[in-house]
C-alpha cells in the first residue's frame, strides 16, 4: 500500500488522481482536514517515528509520498529516517520557494524572527498559522500582535491557551488575493506582516504584493533546500511507474 502524508492542498489533489490506480492510506494530523478530503481511506492522528514504523508494519506500506507542508520539518525528518530503517521507497513533494521578495526581510529561522520582533514597535500581522504563537507572544512586549489563522477548533484553542485576545484573532481560510490581503492588514493597522515561504500555494506573493501596495515590511521566515519532486504531474508518474 502507498502512504500518502497529508497537509497541504497538493495531498488532496495528488489523491483525486491516483484513487483509481492505487491503494493507498492518507493521514493528517487533525480532524479538519476531513472537510477537505471525504475519503474513507484518510486517517487522522499524529505519529512520531515509532508510531510510523508500526504504521508502514501494520498497513504493509512499500511507498512513502511525503505531501507535508515545507515547515513540517518534524514529519519529514521521521519519515525519511524510518523509510532508510525499513528499506522501502520514499518520495517528496516540494513547493517552489517565492522568487521575487525583493524588498522584504528575509530571516532563517523562528528564532531570527523572534530576535527581530523584540526590536520592533507597532502592530504585527502575524499569517504564520497557530503553531507558533507561543514562540511569538513571548516576544510581544508591548506591541500589538494579530494572529491569522484557521478556522479550526485546533487554532482557536491555540490562541487561547496563549492568552491571544479574541480582537486579535482573524480566523478565516485562505490562501488569499493581493487585494484582500491588503485590506486586511490596512484594517488592522499592520506596521509588519510576518510569513512563511509557504509558495505560490500558500499565498505567499500574494502577502508580499499587498504589503507593497501598503509600503510595510514583509517579514519572511525562510526554510532550507529540499530535494525532491516540485510539481503533481511527476509524483503521479512516479506513482504509476511503481505500478507496473
Request: aromatic content about 8%; charged content about 30%; overall charge positive.
Amino acid at each position: 500500500m502507498i502512504w500518502i502524508i497529508g497537509g497541504t492542498r497538493e495531498a488532496v489533489e495528488l489523491v483525486q488522481r491516483i484513487k483509481g490506480d492505487a491503494k493507498y492510506v492518507i493521514t493528517a494530523a487533525t480532524e479538519s482536514e476531513r472537510e477537505f478530503l471525504n475519503d474513507k481511506n484518510l486517517m487522522v492522528g499524529r505519529m512520531d517515528r515509532i508510531g510510523m514504523e508500526a504504521f508502514i508494519r501494520k498497513n504493509s506500506i512499500y511507498l512513502i509520498v511525503d505531501m507535508s507542508h515545507p515547515y513540517a520539518l518534524e514529519v519529514t525528518k521521521n519519515a525519511k529516517e524510518v523509510a532508510r530503517k525499513l528499506n522501502i521507497d520514499y518520495i517528496r513533494y516540494v513547493r517552489k520557494k517565492t522568487k521575487d521578495t525583493e524588498g522584504s526581510i528575509y530571516l532563517d529561522s523562528i528564532e531570527e524572527c523572534q530576535k527581530f520582533l523584540r526590536s520592533v514597535k507597532g502592530c504585527v500581522f502575524i499569517t504564520t498559522g497557530s503553531k507558533n504563537i507561543k514562540d511569538f507572544e513571548s516576544v510581544r512586549g508591548n506591541n500589538r500582535f494579530i494572529y491569522r489563522v484557521l478556522p479550526t477548533i485546533e487554532s482557536i484553542e491555540e490562541c487561547l491557551k496563549n492568552r491571544v485576545k479574541i480582537k486579535d484573532i482573524v480566523a478565516a481560510l485562505g490562501p488569499f488575493s493581493k487585494d484582500l490581503n491588503a485590506v486586511m492588514f490596512k484594517e488592522y493597522g499592520a506596521d509588519y506582516v510576518v510569513m512563511k515561504d509557504s509558495g505560490s500555494e500558500g499565498g505567499t506573493y500574494e502577502k508580499i504584493q499587498a504589503c507593497r501596495m501598503l509600503n510595510i515590511p514583509a517579514v519572511i521566515i525562510g526554510r532550507y533546500d529540499e530535494h525532491g519532486l516540485e510539481n503533481i504531474d511527476e509524483v503521479v508518474k512516479y506513482i504509476r511507474q511503481k505500478l507496473q
